[in-house]
């Protein structure tokens, strides 16, 4: 399936990219999160994260669907 996929924050300096369109076989945002993880050297792991797919938030358990729209959201800091 074809998803796009959206980098905020830590996960964007680390990606490189503000977004990418890529072909995946993984069923659920925490699959595709250590697909990405993997590939790309992610230094956060998943249980620091929080996950919306089609700008709404999600479980990391949700069965994703081709055409679906992610992003991970990394734990802000501000002051």
């Known amino acids: 399936m074809q998803l796009l996929i959206r980098y905020v924050a830590v996960l964007r300096d ?4 503000a977004e990418e369109s890529l072909e995946t076989g993984a069923a659920t945002p925490r699959a595709l999160y250590h697909e990405l ?7 956060l792991p998943d249980t620091r994260l ?3 797919v089609n ?3 999600a479980a990391w358990d949700q069965p994703l669907r081709d055409g ?9 800091a501000g002051g």
């Open 37 to 43: 993880s993997a590939r790309h050297g992610f230094s």
């Open 68 to 76: 679906d729209q992610l992003v991970f959201l990394p734990p802000v």
């Open 55 to 57: 700008d709404e938030f």
């Open 50 to 52: 929080q996950v919306a």
């Open 14 to 17: 680390e990606r490189g990219q």
